[in-house]
């Protein structure tokens, strides 16, 4: 990742067959990259700010005319219920998901196993990470059903009483970001698994001779080399909690009466169900400025690591 | 290794940790479990209650039926219609943009480079209302190309990280070479880069596949029609039209799975390859 990259504008420059050609060797990698940058500009990096603008509007998305409100749609927005039961389930969402990195590592040092089948094994932990949203939210509505379900089933044989989890304002929430769960944690786990593979045998060859094992061994030696894995982990795995809608629109449609909503699928409801496309920007523009502070701090990261 | 191989240990503390591995299987794969058993029940039998014993009978034609009744075929095929091409197209596009990247250094390149990853990760409401308004303008709306345009422009950004990445590590000496028999850079890239690319390519195509594959969010954003609806949102659809036939939606979800996971067993390496980059430094 951080060979020393050419500098191909500097010497011998005069020589270089492109320029033989007539163009310019300045020209040559934004030739390359002219197709992507148009494309990544037209259809992310100008509606964005298309979408700051449009927050300033009070539309409904059909009319021709958008008339201007200024900070309208922002002091309504945080005089709405909805919108601060929306920011409170995103926290949930948030804290919650960082149970993902913490069992992918610990399922991850259970399968790092020479045995036999643990190939397949390692797969059937991981596969559900394929599975699209709306499948996985049927088959944990349907896990979840109160009178035949699964889980209902399970609680029933152990004589506990039975719950409804995604009727009752209070679990609702909290069971579907265990949904959300299952596949994140099957990513985590597999950033885990190449990052153990990766583990320096000597050190803890080491570390064994001077007598650390089990939890010490991995707290001193194993975590502190899986740094890497764990950044990857945890920006995935935030970026992934703030993008969630599908489970929930899915499972609940942001019910009952609007207690599992989050920013994601509230921004949705607004603009698609009521028409109110303005108020749906500045709901979308909350949700980017939260998640700025993280791409921030993953792209600082990043550039940290390029200049080595 | 860590932890200590199993196979070093005491017999007893082996079998133990066999019987852990397959406790934990079952409970990870429990809620699979259950939609797999139920869709090979018959209706009568889930009237009658008999939810979680073994099945009397075993009910595959849930699946025929599935077909019969419902347009999913055309779901599934409008699912291929619209993830092939936006697939071709943002890897071809990230390796061009990625060869830029990694092997010029120019005013600009890291700006350029933080753009596509920064962007590959916004949130997808923050985009939803102008690139909704831009496919209704064009005529787009709830056609396959508001799709394909869509999903090929916003997966160009990750694909470029990728590619940029693994372009980096090709050596420049290969590039030097060739300039010096008097190769231009479009022939270098072409005939020294490109032929080097089969794995990235390979492992960022089954990745991306199943990103698309399994979109919800702008399925449901761009397109309404039956003719044009890929299988997330037909299925979701079909749900709220069975209510409660749960042998049917429970099908109807495993034919929707099947397709990616098919792809994931069969290309597990190359998946694996692409979605841990970076994780190991």
Redesign the interface.
């Known amino acids: 990742m951080n060979s020393p990259q050419q500098s191909v504008s500097l010497a011998g420059e005069a020589a270089l067959p492109s320029k033989r050609r007539g163009i310019s060797i300045h020209l040559v990698p934004w030739i390359f990259m002219a197709p992507a940058v148009i494309v990544f500009a037209i259809y992310v990096v100008i509606p964005i700010f298309q979408s700051f603008w449009l927050s300033l509007f009070d539309w409904d998305g059909l009319s021709p005319t958008k008339k201007f409100i200024g900070i309208g749609n922002y002091t309504a927005l945080f005089q709405d219920e909805q919108f601060w039961t929306s920011i409170k389930n995103n926290i949930y969402w948030l804290i919650l998901f960082l149970f993902g990195p913490v069992i992918g590592l610990a399922i991850a040092i259970l399968l790092n196993q020479k045995v036999r089948a643990m190939r397949i094994v390692k797969s059937l932990f991981f596969f559900p990470f394929v599975l699209s949203g709306v499948v996985i939210g049927l088959v944990f509505s349907w896990f979840y059903e109160p009178s035949h379900g699964l889980l209902n089933t399970i609680l029933g044989i152990f004589g506990l009483p039975q719950i409804a989890p995604l009727s009752d304002e209070h679990l609702v929430t909290f069971s579907i970001i265990a949904a959300g769960l299952w596949p994140q944690i099957a990513y985590c786990m597999i950033l885990y698994l190449t990052g153990l593979t990766a583990v320096d045998p000597e050190q803890i060859e080491a570390a064994r001779i001077d007598g650390a094992r089990g939890l010490r061994m991995l707290w001193h030696v194993i975590i502190p080399q899986l740094r890497p894995a764990t950044f990857i982990a945890v920006v995935v795995t935030v970026i992934g909690a703030l993008r969630s809608f599908d489970l929930v629109q899915v499972m609940t449609d942001g019910g009952p009466f609007g207690s599992s909503s989050i920013l994601a699928y509230f921004m949705f409801q607004q603009s698609i169900t009521n028409f109110r496309m303005g108020y749906g920007a500045a709901i979308a523009v909350v949700l980017f400025l939260i998640m700025s502070v993280f791409i921030a701090f993953f792209l600082r990261h990043m550039i940290r690591n390029e200049r080595g | ?3 200590a ?3 070093e240990a005491p017999a007893a503390k082996r079998y133990a ?1 066999y019987a ?2 397959a406790i ?2 079952i409970f ?5 479990m ?2 797999l058993l ?1 869709s090979i029940r018959s209706l009568t039998e ?1 009237n009658e ?1 008999n ?2 014993g073994m099945p009397k009978e075993w009910k595959f034609s849930n699946y025929i039926e599935v077909f019969q009744q419902t347009p999913m075929i055309r779901y599934m095929l409008n699912t291929v219609i619209i993830t092939l091409p936006a697939v071709a197209g943002a890897i071809t ?2 390796t ?2 990625g ?8 005013r600009g ?2 700006l ?1 480079f ?6 590959n ?11 909704r ?2 496919a209704v303008r064009m005529g787009l709306y709830d056609t396959f190309w508001a799709l394909i ?2 999903h ?3 997966q ?2 990750f694909c ?1 990280l990728f590619m940029r ?1 693994f372009i ?2 090709l ?2 000496a290969l ?2 070479s060739a ?1 010096v028999e ?4 479009f022939q270098i ?1 072409w005939s020294i880069i490109l032929p080097l690319m089969r794995p990235a390519l390979a492992a960022l195509a089954v990745l991306i596949f ?1 990103f698309i ?5 702008w399925a ?2 761009m397109v309404q029609s039956d003719a044009v609806k890929p299988v ?2 037909g ?2 659809a079909l ?1 709220g039209e069975w209510v409660a036939s ?1 042998q049917l ?2 099908a109807g ?1 495993i034919i ?2 099947l397709p ?2 098919a ?3 069969l290309l ?1 390496r190359q ?2 390859a692409g ?2 980059l ?4």
């Open positions: 290794m860590f932890p191989p199993i196979q940790y852990l591995v934990a299987l990870w794969l429990l809620p699979l259950a939609v139920t889930l209650g939810y979680w596009l990230a061009l943009a060869f830029g990247l990694a092997k010029y250094k120019f390149n890291l350029m933080c753009m596509f990853v920064g962007g990760f916004v949130p997808f409401q923050i985009l939803m209302v102008p690139v308004n831009m345009l869509f090929l422009a916003f160009t950004g470029t990445n980096s590590t050596p420049d590039m030097e300039r008097g190769a231009n850079e890239f199943t594959w399994n979109d919800y969010f449901l954003v997330t949102t299925l979701s749900r749960w939606i429970s979800s929707a799975a990616p996971v792809m994931f067993f597990q998946f694996i979605l841990t970076g994780a190991v430094k």
